[in-house]
């Protein structure tokens, strides 16, 4: 058969299903189709941005049409940059999906392109016109990863290309990109974490795309944080970066074992929400908390973007002559990224004076990027002093021991029993813990740190009869008192 013909009958049953209210949703517009691909569908009509697809799905052709993919023509046109070779990435075609690179937009006759103009439904599912022949609920579907180099498909495929748009460059070398074995390998409620699949039906995701049944473990990848049919949320994400709660889409994980648990003798784990918001840790009996002594970090008015305004902050790197060596996107998610003549480090593991805090400048909180690196040298020394009062573990075993320091050493063992009560030791424990765990070296609240390692001290003063030198006892005294802390006598 021709590819007229067939296009012809492939547009007579894309009529004819829509009378009919397809695949569970119903029909509002039909629309004959270009005729000039066997295998790719585009609009039916393109003055309305009406797909051939959505004539059946409807809710999905009234989510899409709201995100930046139905832009990505206008978009590239109004740049005054647009080429030949943007068409791959802002058209309908082969080239993100199964379907061969030649079809859709890059071979239709300049008559029909208009009908493979932005990143339709195809764009991502592949060609749909077999679907439209024998119509059912398992294809065209999509694929999860993020990229698959051998099969060319996923996000990836156009979300790249350094140095100006590496956005899975830059997360293939972040945190998200990894799988934690340890996480894994236990399963269960770990899942809802540290595996992409998991967290995406967690967050509302679809079930339909091609790894679903795969036993295989994913990574955090772009469609478990982002919506491709849409979300109302910025960027497409599945859930708001602006909550100040458990809603927010990223301390809907980073808020696990924030604060002891008698059934959990792990210590804190991915506690970064709750501190940020001023709620994790242990906090002493007649403990308060002046819930109005907050930095630009934690306030909405002033950082109302919440962790992202740090954690996915762009940043451009120059390298040799001034000519532009990384766009880096802040798919990293690293607040202060390690950069180079080439870019972006990603060990995450250099030293400060090699990281950019152009987040921190950027957001209006230090004027410059050595106030703010001065500014964290200055909060990691505090709270490791404050830290190191209750405990420092010498040898790094994660016990307390022979040979450690600080008031916690005085304590009888008998007050980590780790039973149905916590103790003040215990709980003492948890905040010097919670320092380290958290990982931002206080910056994710430091008037609330200092504050409940302050009056952590003082607990185990009074309830263990312990003492500090006085100078350090007055000046414990002191921080507490400015940083609106009362401790009630017993």
């Known amino acids: 058969m021709c590819p007229r013909a067939l296009a012809k009958l492939l547009t007579a049953a894309t009529l004819s299903l829509a009378a009919v209210g397809c695949v569970h949703e119903n029909a509002s517009q039909t629309g004959t189709g270009p005729a000039s691909t066997p295998t790719f569908l585009g609009y039916s009509s393109p003055a309305a941005q009406q797909t051939v697809c959505g004539n059946c799905h409807v809710l999905r052709q009234a989510e899409w049409i709201k995100t930046g993919h139905a832009k990505a023509w206008a978009d590239l046109q109004a740049s005054g940059q647009a080429t030949a070779a943007c068409a791959k990435c802002h058209t309908t075609n082969g080239t993100s999906n199964v379907g ?8 239709a006759t300049r008559a029909a392109q208009k009908y493979f103009q932005d990143v339709q439904c195809e764009a991502c599912h592949g060609p749909g016109a077999a679907h439209v022949t024998v119509p059912d609920e398992t294809q065209p579907i999509p694929y999860l990863v993020s990229y698959d180099s051998t099969l060319h498909v996923g996000c990836g495929t156009c979300h790249s290309g350094a140095p100006h748009a590496s956005f899975y460059e830059d997360w293939s070398h972040g945190a998200h990109r990894g799988l934690e074995a340890p996480a894994i390998s236990t399963g269960g409620a770990c899942l809802q974490c540290h595996e992409g699949k998991t967290v995406e039906q967690r967050f509302g995701g679809s079930q339909v795309y091609v790894e679903f049944t795969d036993a295989k473990a994913y990574p955090i990848g772009c469609a478990t944080c982002h919506n491709p049919h849409g979300s109302g949320n910025t960027a497409e994400l599945r859930e708001p970066i602006t909550a100040r709660d458990t809603t927010n889409l990223c301390i809907r994980c980073h808020q696990r074992n924030a604060v002891p648990d008698t059934a959990n003798t792990r210590g804190p784990h991915s506690p970064q929400g709750p501190t940020y918001l001023g709620t994790s840790g242990w906090r002493p009996a007649g403990f308060v908390w002046d819930s ?69 400048t950027a957001s209006g909180c230090h004027a410059t990027g050595d106030a703010a690196s001065t500014s964290l040298e200055g909060l990691d020394q505090e709270l490791g002093y404050l830290t190191g009062t209750l405990w420092t573990d010498v040898n790094g075993d994660g016990k307390i021991d022979a040979g450690d320091t600080g008031l916690l050493t005085q304590v009888p063992a008998t007050e980590f029993k780790r039973d149905s009560v916590i103790t003040v030791a215990e709980g ?50 002191r921080a507490a008192a400015g940083l609106g802390v009362r401790i009630a006598p017993r």
């Open 100 to 107: 061969p690179d030649s079809a859709g937009f890059l071979t």
């Open 292 to 360: 109005t002594n907050i930095t630009t970090h934690a306030s909405a008015a002033a950082n109302p973007r919440l962790c992202v305004t740090c954690h996915l902050d762009t940043l451009d790197v120059n390298g040799a002559g001034g000519r532009l060596a990384w766009h880096y996107t802040g798919h990293g998610f690293y607040a202060t990224p390690c950069v180079d003549s080439a870019g972006v480090d990603s060990t995450d593991s250099c030293a400060i004076t090699q990281r950019s805090f152009a987040a921190c």
């Open 428 to 477: 003492a424990l948890f905040n010097v813990q919670l320092v380290g765990v958290d990982g931002s070296h206080g910056v994710h609240n430091p008037p609330y740190l200092r504050a409940l390692l302050s009056a952590t001290i003082q607990a185990v003063q009074q309830r263990y009869g312990l003492s500090v030198p006085p100078v350090e006892a007055a000046r414990i005294a």
